[in-house]
């Protein structure tokens, strides 16, 4: 089974400032990984996702997250940040091998960008 | 266009009361999943569908829980019989090169 832990449950920030949302996961098994924003009162948009490859993983509006298979980490950053990348992130895994590609959500980074 | 699209975008109902979200993927695949998100709290997988039949489901989907593709386009989601703690926002998604999800309906157990 999969678990994903997102360590901070909110990260305020003042615009133009660079930003890191972190994530662990736990897994037997070799895992793709995500990251999704949920703006307020919309859906799951998906930022980037890790299959295989470049660890460096480059995404929508400017995000870009890293694959540490060491430190399972999936840690998501961005160099200067806009107040409107102030959403809910969350971080997903889903393994590899799974025949239905079910996603394992963490429980969502709150960012708040300030002007 | 969106790629999934969730009808209604809200519903309240009575507790005991049946309710039935629906979804509507689309384009032609055949993965599709329920995913649900308590307020406040992470997003949770539910069920995943594959070729009109369930491949996977969570411990959350009880026997309370239904999933039908009836006409081929529109998938279902059936509560038949809601409680209070199945007030959240559910959301359908599809499989594609990655997970497309909907917009989600939020129901509303009173």
């Known amino acids: 089974a999969q678990s994903v832990t997102q360590l901070d449950s909110q990260v305020p920030v003042f615009e133009e400032a660079p930003v890191e949302l972190r994530c662990n996961y736990s897994?037997?098994?070799?895992?793709?990984l995500f990251w999704y924003v949920q703006y307020p009162n919309q859906g799951l948009q998906l930022l980037l996702k890790?299959?295989?490859?470049?660890?460096l993983v480059k995404g929508i509006n400017g995000f870009e997250a890293e694959f540490n298979k060491s430190q399972t980490s999936f840690h998501l950053r961005k160099p200067s940040v806009h107040i409107s990348d102030t959403a809910e992130y969350f971080c997903a895994v889903s393994a590899s091998s799974s025949n239905t590609g079910k996603l394992i959500f963490g429980q969502g980074t709150t960012l708040q960008v300030k002007p | 266009e969106p790629e999934v699209t969730q009808t209604p975008s809200h519903q309240v109902t009575q507790m005991g009361q049946e309710v039935i979200l629906r979804c509507v993927p689309i384009s032609n695949h055949l993965y599709f999943y329920w995913y649900r998100q308590i307020l406040g709290q992470k997003v949770e997988f539910l069920v995943s569908?594959?070729?009109?039949?369930?491949?996977?489901k969570s411990e959350i989907f009880d026997d309370q829980f239904s999933v039908e593709r009836p006409d081929g386009s529109n998938f279902t989601l059936k509560i038949r019989s809601t409680k209070l703690e199945d007030s959240a926002m559910y959301f359908c998604?599809?499989?594609?090169?990655?997970?497309?999800f909907g917009p989600g309906t939020r129901l509303t157990v009173l």
């Open positions: 998604a599809r499989q594609g090169d990655e997970q497309f």
């Open positions: 897994s037997s098994v070799s895992v793709y």
């Open positions: 890790y299959l295989s490859g470049s660890t």
């Open positions: 569908f594959y070729n009109n039949e369930i491949s996977e």
